[in-house]
Nanobody
């Protein structure tokens, strides 16, 4: 399974950015997809997740501002980020795994993208 993120860049506080993650390979093994982020000097944290049943969940810090979605026909995962804040600045990664549960734990994911930088000023 390969994951390739795109769509990162710079935005002003209050603005919006949409990230995309192209998923390829043996996707039948994947049940849960998620977005994580990591700021310099901080641990990687879960941002949002979506399962094979389209169940979603979000970190408290992004609820009401970010929306995770996927288009199965395109094998693409998205993260729409609105009302951005400077504290949203981080490298954003998409991740794929076979099991649900504690989605916010990086160890539960088998596959990771290379990351895309989002900078909010």
């Amino acid at each position: 399974v390969q994951l390739v993120e795109s769509g990162g860049g710079s935005a002003l506080a209050g603005g919006s950015v949409r990230l995309a993650c192209a998923v390829s390979g043996y996707t039948d093994s994947i049940y849960v997809l998620a977005w994580f982020r990591q700021a310099p000097g901080k641990e990687r944290e879960g941002v949002a997740t979506i399962t094979g049943r389209d169940t979603t969940d979000y970190a408290d810090s992004v609820k009401g501002r970010f929306t995770i979605s996927k288009v199965n026909a395109k094998n693409t995962l998205y993260l729409q980020m609105n009302s951005l804040k400077p504290e949203d600045t981080a490298m954003y990664y998409c991740a794929a795994g076979a099991c649900g549960g504690r989605w916010y734990e990086p160890s539960r994911y088998n596959y990771w993208g290379q990351g895309t930088q989002v900078t909010v000023s």
